[in-house]
């Protein structure tokens, strides 16, 4: 079946640092991601849609310039998180619409910033 | 404003025993309705998806009810393996992302 294929699983940053959180499909086509955010004891949130070869779509509050999101092959989408703050630790997931019925997600990747 | 309402709970259930959950969304038009599970600290997974004429996996049954705007998940012959939080997701289908729930967080008991 269709996989997403995310990482880091984990990662720990220092305050005002950068971070990279990959999404690859595997074996199949994704020219659609979409990312979420999930903090503890809240629902997934929908942060924006990634489209390969264009511009992603952000959700109301999300702030574009913070969290860059780049779809630059069928395969791939990317989110970077600038300038990390304390705040932006949580669990983020990225989801592609699937083959059959449902979405695939990626394994997450929890952003614990100190 | 898109909405998926549910009761987080916990629901806390004997072993054996049914557990029905249910949740609520606001928006009409969605076309696509999902259970997932999550275990904690994990990516969700799709229990099954949700149609008008209902559906049902093993254990699992699933309803949809357009006309009240609510989906419906029953466990039957509950098992400590069931233990997870269950999120109803809504969609407006294909390009659109999903609306999750918070999710209702169930506790199988021996």
């Known amino acids: 079946g269709a996989v997403v294929s995310q990482h880091p699983s984990r990662v720990i940053c220092k305050s005002g640092t950068s971070v990279k959180i990959e999404c690859r499909s595997l074996d199949f086509q994704a020219t659609t991601m979409f990312w979420y955010r999930q903090f503890p004891k809240q629902s997934l949130m929908l942060m924006a849609t990634?489209?390969?070869?264009?511009?992603?779509?952000?959700e109301q509050g999300v702030e574009k310039d913070k969290f860059l999101i780049n779809h630059a092959s069928l395969t791939l989408s990317t989110l970077t998180v600038t300038s990390a703050h304390p705040e932006d630790s949580s669990f983020y997931i990225c989801s592609a619409p699937g083959q059959g019925a449902g979405y695939t997600f990626g394994s997450g990747t929890r952003l614990t910033v100190v | 404003r898109k909405e998926v309402e549910q009761d987080p709970g916990p629901f806390n259930v004997p072993e054996g025993a049914t557990v029905a959950f249910n949740c609520t969304y606001s928006?009409?038009?969605?076309?696509?309705f999902f259970w997932y599970r999550q275990d904690c600290r994990k990516e969700p997974k799709l229990l099954m998806s949700v149609y008008s004429s209902g559906n049902e996996d093993g254990r699992f049954t699933a309803q949809l009810n357009r006309a009240s705007q609510y989906i419906s998940l029953l466990i039957r012959d509950s098992k400590l393996s069931d233990s997870a939080t269950y999120l109803c997701?809504?969609?407006?289908?294909?390009?659109?992302?999903?609306?999750f729930g918070k999710g209702t967080h169930l506790i199988i008991q021996p």
């Open positions: 997701v809504v969609s407006g289908g294909g390009a659109d992302g999903l609306t």
């Open positions: 990634s489209n390969e070869g264009s511009k992603a779509t952000y």
């Open positions: 928006n009409s038009a969605s076309q696509s």
